[in-house]
């Protein structure tokens, strides 16, 4: 598509409302418009427009409106908004305003925009069968949570226990009083346990049946196919890494960057990207320095991170190994390679058998 041939065009998506602004090669508008955000008035507006880079934030309507705008032949960018703080600093923000942005960004280099690529409806299906699981997880967690402070505040403890045992253990220490009140929220996390059972089956059964390449991420102690599948129907195509160095990053488990002058700080982490796929590897990562954690090259390469002291020296090796252990995986999804969980630990011991 040439750019002297083509329209630029920023779609602001609203809930019930739309705002779109059209601009030709010169950069000068040529029309405003408001649409309801439906299909029907999005194919009637995109289906009498000539070709067009079309730009719009990702969003809550942005899957379905993109692939319907892509479809009618249109160049289509989602725009990353956590990236576009040209917007949402705009004194003067709104929607006219935020659609004509997005318009003249487009035109002027799509990269300003850092466009992101939506997933396809199946892989979308499937990831929110994930994403449901760990809603039904942090329920849980909540009500136990509840049904413990209320014990607790009445002088009683309930013992130590999994969640997936509490509604069996809990129902026989609670104080006679308060089982009115607790024993139908032991009931509800009864339910909840099940369908997490549930859940855990059909995602294993996903792994073996529609994605095998999370069988080479699971070779690594930690990962396992919740970890696995997440990391799969997140990041969507290895290829879209050139090194698997560039995931850290696209998971925002590298640190901020502040510098200025001589003065070079080391704040947090950027927190980027999928929130809930940086929690299962914080948690892989964690599970690899614990203490049930099985001797390996990445295990020791964390404690040595966490042994060079200072106040959050433990943290950040957490955060260290949830980052290298997303750089592994890509790098096993990549190659199709084989898993050596002590390939510097035997490279040390052979090391001085050769040289005597």
């Given at each position: 598509m040439s750019k002297n041939s083509m329209l630029f065009v920023g779609v602001d998506l609203g809930d019930k409302f739309s705002h779109v602004t059209v601009l030709d090669q010169e950069g000068e508008l040529v029309e405003e418009a408001r649409l309801p955000t439906n299909r029907a008035a999005f194919e009637r507006k995109f289906s009498v427009l000539s070709r067009s880079r079309v730009a719009m934030e990702v969003g809550?309507?942005?899957?379905?409106a993109s692939q319907l705008v892509e479809d009618l032949g249109h160049e289509v960018l989602?725009?990353?908004?956590?990236?576009?703080?040209?917007?949402?600093?705009?004194?003067?923000?709104?929607?006219?305003?935020?659609?004509?942005?997005?318009?003249?960004?487009?035109?002027?280099?799509p990269k300003l925009l850092s466009p992101i690529h939506h997933r396809s409806p199946q892989a979308q299906a499937h990831l929110s069968m994930i994403r449901s699981r760990d809603v039904f997880v942090r329920t849980r967690t909540l009500l136990i949570n509840h049904v413990r402070g209320t014990v607790k505040a009445s002088g009683e403890?309930?013992?130590?226990?999994?969640?997936?045992?509490?509604?069996?253990?809990?129902?026989?220490?609670?104080?006679?009083?308060?089982?009115p009140a607790v024993l139908p929220i032991l009931e509800t996390v009864a339910r909840l346990t099940e369908q997490i059972k549930v859940f855990d089956q059909k995602i294993e059964e996903l792994c073996k049946e529609s994605y095998p390449e999370t069988q080479l991420m699971r070779q690594i102690s930690g990962v396992g196919p919740l970890t696995a599948l997440a990391y799969v129907l997140t990041l969507k195509d290895p290829g879209r890494f050139h090194k698997s160095r560039e995931v850290g990053p696209a998971l925002g488990l590298v640190p901020r960057?502040?510098?200025?002058?001589?003065?070079?700080?080391?704040?947090?982490?950027?927190?980027?990207?999928d929130v809930y796929l940086r929690r299962l590897l914080v948690v892989a990562a964690q599970y690899i320095l614990g203490p049930f954690?099985?001797?390996?090259?990445?295990r020791r390469w964390g404690l040595k991170v966490a042994e060079r002291g200072g106040k959050n020296a433990?943290?950040?090796?957490?955060?260290?190994?949830?980052?290298?252990?997303?750089?592994?995986?890509?790098?096993?999804w990549k190659t199709g390679e084989a898993y050596d969980p002590s390939y510097q630990i035997r490279g040390e011991i052979e090391a001085p058998s050769l040289a005597a």
């Open positions: 809550g309507h942005s899957r379905w989602v725009a990353n908004a956590r990236k576009l703080k040209v917007i949402y600093t705009n004194p003067r923000k709104g929607d006219e305003a935020d659609a004509e942005t997005l318009a003249r960004l487009a035109r002027l280099d403890r309930l013992p130590s226990c999994s969640a997936r045992s509490f509604h069996h253990k809990a129902g026989d220490s609670l104080p006679e009083a308060l089982q960057r502040d510098q200025s002058g001589d003065q070079d700080p080391q704040p947090h982490i950027t927190r980027t990207g954690g099985p001797d390996c090259d990445l433990k943290k950040r090796a957490v955060v260290a190994v949830a980052r290298k252990l997303a750089i592994l995986m890509h790098r096993l």
